[in-house]
């Protein structure tokens, strides 16, 4: 384990990489930026540790980009790394399991945890500091605030996972304050979630740019998910049912059909001759607002949330109806 704050060095990389704190840099490390930042990455667990790492970087005037986890990383996460390096200066990547965001007898406690392959891969994407924090760092005792963002929170997984939304935005809120990012990558994977902090964002007159990056997929269709380490090969078999019918969903209305309890029915059916599961929600709704619509039209979201045994599964696709 790489316990505590400190520079994170992957294994076969040198110990003596420079420090961009420090700014020395060992005459026999090439001292260009981009070198220097395949060789180090900090590793921070306080709110003023990342304060003060960013501080000279923010009066430089370097673009902040930041890609918030909960650790357990995949191809999905990578890629929002990879956009923030692409866009930015800085890029940080926090990695915190947020309880607020799981209701009593959700995953909390089982959410899978693996700090040190988590550090490596952010390493490996030329992450500049990673942001690990306890759970005291993020809720000091006492804690008594919550961010709400309303109306949009209310649909689909709002109306499935009571408060989830609020422990989202609250802590989305609190990591903006720590990182101050110029902008923050989240994946279309979570549909409601992205549209529902770019809703926050606007509403609080936060200048930082919601960059929302595509679904990354297993190559059969499955969405990569930090939960499909929960599924059993047959429950994965099964899983594919999801993507399959949102596929088919997304090709019948680029075809024509703008019924949407007909769509939303032929997909009901797929999954469930797939194998038994409990479906939260099948629906199609404006992309924007998320309200539901009778008749396809415009930018259409395509959501579902379907439990296979213990395993509850998000996934979407976004249709222009015309
Ligand atoms: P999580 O660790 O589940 O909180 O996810 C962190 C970020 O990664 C969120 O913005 C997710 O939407 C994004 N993400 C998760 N899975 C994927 C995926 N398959 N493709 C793209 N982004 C993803």
Known sequence: MNAGSGVYRARCLPVNAPDYMTGQAPLDVAPDLAERRCLIMKKLGKVC??????????????????????????????????????GCEQVIVSIFVNPTQ???GEDFQKYPRMLDADLAACQAEGVDAVFCPPVSEVYPAGSATIVTVKRLTEALCGAHRPGHF???????????????????????????????????????????????????????????????????????????SLSAALFR????????????????????????????????????????ELTPLATARGRCLVALAVRIGGTRLIDNVVVDAG
């Open 49 to 86: 540790e990342v304060r003060e790492y960013l501080s000279p970087h923010r009066q430089a005037g370097r673009r902040i980009g930041f890609v918030p986890t909960m650790g357990a990383l995949h191809e999905g996460h990578r890629s929002l790394m990879r956009a923030a390096r692409k």
């Open 249 to 288: 969903a997304r090709d019948e209305i680029l075809a024509g059909q703008k019924d949407v309890a007909a769509l939303v029915a032929a997909m009901r059916e797929r999954i469930e001759s797939a194998g038994p599961c409990g479906i939260d929600y099948v629906e199609i709704v404006d992309a924007d």
């Open 166 to 240: 609020d422990g989202v935005t609250t802590v989305v809120t609190k990591l903006f304050n720590i990182v101050q990012p110029d902008a923050a990558y989240f994946g279309q994977k979570d549909a409601q979630q992205a549209t529902v902090l770019r809703r926050m964002v606007t509403d609080l007159l936060w200048p930082i740019e919601i960059v929302v990056c595509p679904t990354v997929r297993e190559p059969d269709g499955l969405a990569l998910s930090s939960r499909n380490a929960y599924l059993s090969p047959a429950e994965r078999r099964q899983a594919l």
């Open 102 to 104: 799981f209701g009593p």
